[in-house]
């Protein structure tokens, strides 16, 4: 009796925790059931090599600085200041900073922090894009005190966030959105792009 042996083996991107399977088919004669056991297992990749180069982000949100806003002048008026201590981020390092209410003439309701994983797949027809909210912080509630510093600080959650990938056709990429929630249902939202690395 011989057993032969089908492996095919491909380079493993470093996605998710869980994100792998292993799956063995024994097949048998027409009078036995075939077999089939799957096994999930986590890839832990080595650190990446050289040092992760900090990128500071300081922003300044006004209704002047938004996009995509259609009646600009029925916003109130709010000036937002802040930064984030870096866009490159260490994946088992929290995402910090801090931010300043200046004014507004709008009572604020919340301050928010959303974590956003963007998946992109390239083929002939062109690209899907797909982005996928998977954390969201309060990081203020009610009407804050002007000219009060808010702390900024997120855990990257392990099961939904992995090192920046991009291949020729699949990239995995994340963005994190301060959203700032106005009376009479005025929402604001600043996006950053963040790189995530494992060091």
Known sequence: ?????????????????????????????????????????IVHSAPQKGKLTPSP????????????????????????????????????????????VESSEAAIRSIELQLVRVETCGCAEGYARDATEIQNIQIADGDVCRSLSVPIYMVFPRLFTCPTLETTNFRVEFEVNIVVLLQGDHLIAENFPLKLCRV
């Open 57 to 100: 982000v300081d922003f300044t949100i006004t209704p002047e600085t938004l996009q995509n806003v259609k009646e600009r002048a029925l916003l109130p008026k709010f000036l937002i200041r802040g930064h984030l201590n870096s866009t490159n981020c260490v994946i088992t390092q929290p995402l910090t900073g801090e931010l300043v």
């Open 1 to 41: 009796m011989g057993t032969s042996l089908d492996i095919k083996i491909k380079r493993a991107n470093k996605v998710y925790h869980a994100g792998y399977t292993l799956r063995c088919d024994m097949k048998r004669s027409l009078l036995a059931k075939d077999l089939t056991k799957t096994c999930e297992f």
